[in-house]
DNA sequence: ATAAATTAAATTGGATACAATATTTGGAGG
DNA sequence: CCTCCAAATATTGTATCCAATTTAATTTAT
């Protein structure tokens, strides 16, 4: 008898979240830099780094492709999506069509209480370090698009979002861009105000373009990776 | 004893196919009317079914809920998702901003010779039956896309434009559609040949924010599911 | 000596059995 | 009739094994 020695791995097994979970770790790993474009996620370390079984760690992967975080390809694995700038000048143009739209669509339910949040948000926006930018950013156009009532749209928005903010991270140029982006939110919280929709698409469009060419022109110069 | 009697399964394994082979195969049945809106998927039945084990099966119904045919809920299983004329609208919606921004992309690089493949596509679809309206339709639009050189945009449309085909086989509402949809396709393309992009892209915009609008009325009628 | 072919190792894909947990269901009792 | 508890049902996760494919390493042939 060889015995085989089975460990009992954990005590405590939150069914129903444990591919969710190790969704998420990879996702701050990767976002962090911890995993670095190109890089292998082989499923065996994934499940023994994050102490479960190959079971979930696919389900992970599976999720992670989705979001475009992780490129599958058939009988070879999973490995780190790269960061082209082809690719990220897509992210712009869609966020531009989807979130003018999703603004259209929410100026006439925003109400002014709302708007008062938003602009808190906004408040401790430029507060806050850069550390917290790329999230609070992310509650702010999101918060500004969530009366349109439009729950597809706005997962999609989210999506385009967190994909452009890792292309962010590694641009590490928010630094020069954070200015800007305060004032360009401003001046989009007014015409809301003013209920000056074609004013806030235009403000909202110029600054999602401006921002995508900026960080293209980055990457470009950058080189790919 | 008991026995078990494990039975070979299939013979031959391709590996690599299984997970996508059982997600068209539930796709055609969803898309065919064989599983209803609101069906509940078990995985074992599943797994029994398309003779296969519950890990393709699993990989299988997390690429569905990503295409939006179906919902897994957590310890709850997987539901085949409703039609929701709300869903509906929104998938219009974000047809109309994606499609033209995609054939604004396009236009500056379609050659002659892609056009009049687009027509002889054209050609077929009026030629054909209903059966196969939604596919040719389907590879109409796409290929007038094709040129703008934005995988990420292209797949979003496929996306949108399957789940819409979904709605449009459901509501039946093709016949009314079919003769206004095919002279809307001929002006377009009368607009791309003459690299009139304003008119193409206002063409566009109608052509599918109208078919958007018919169809949310009769599903609106019809009542939900 | 180098290129092609073959063999070997590593890894994913899939199957099966078992354990643990969450949900649902059907009574028993108030 | 409602509430609470327990059994049944189903999902989720673990462990292990096998097959198939890819990648490397090694051998063979030119």
Redesign the pocket.
């Known amino acids: 008898m060889t015995g085989?020695g089975?460990?009992?791995?954990?005590a405590?097994?939150?069914?129903?979240?444990?591919?969710d979970r190790i969704a998420r770790a990879i996702r701050e790993e990767i976002l962090g830099g911890g995993y670095g474009a190109g890089d292998v996620l082989?499923?065996?370390r994934l499940a023994e780094v994050y102490?479960?079984?190959?079971?979930?760690v696919?389900?992970a992967l599976r999720m992670l492709e989705n979001q475009g975080l992780v490129v599958?390809e058939?009988?070879?694995?999973a490995v780190v999506a790269g960061l082209d700038p082809q690719e990220l000048r897509e992210i712009y143009e869609m966020r531009v069509a989807l979130e003018t739209l999703a603004l259209r669509l929410a100026i006439p339910e925003l109400t002014n209480r709302q708007l008062d949040e938003i602009a808190a948000v906004q408040d401790r926006a430029e507060a806050a370090g850069l550390a917290e930018f790329g999230s609070l950013n992310r509650v702010f156009h999101l918060g500004l698009y969530a009366p349109s009532g439009r729950p597809r749209l706005l997962a999609q928005i989210a999506l385009l979002n967190d994909i452009a903010d890792r292309y962010l991270r590694v641009t590490a140029a928010q630094l020069d861009y954070a200015g800007r982006s305060h004032r360009e939110h401003r001046r989009l919280l007014d015409a809301c105000r003013r209920r000056d929709t074609d004013a806030a698409l235009a403000c909202l469009h110029d600054h999602i373009a401006d921002a995508g060419r900026s960080l293209f022109e980055v990457l470009s110069r950058r080189g790919a990776l």
Chains 1, 2 share one sequence.
């Open positions: 085989k089975r460990k009992p791995k954990r405590a097994q939150r069914t129903g979240a444990e591919a082989r499923q065996e102490d479960a079984s190959r079971m979930p696919r389900d599958v058939p009988n070879r694995g």
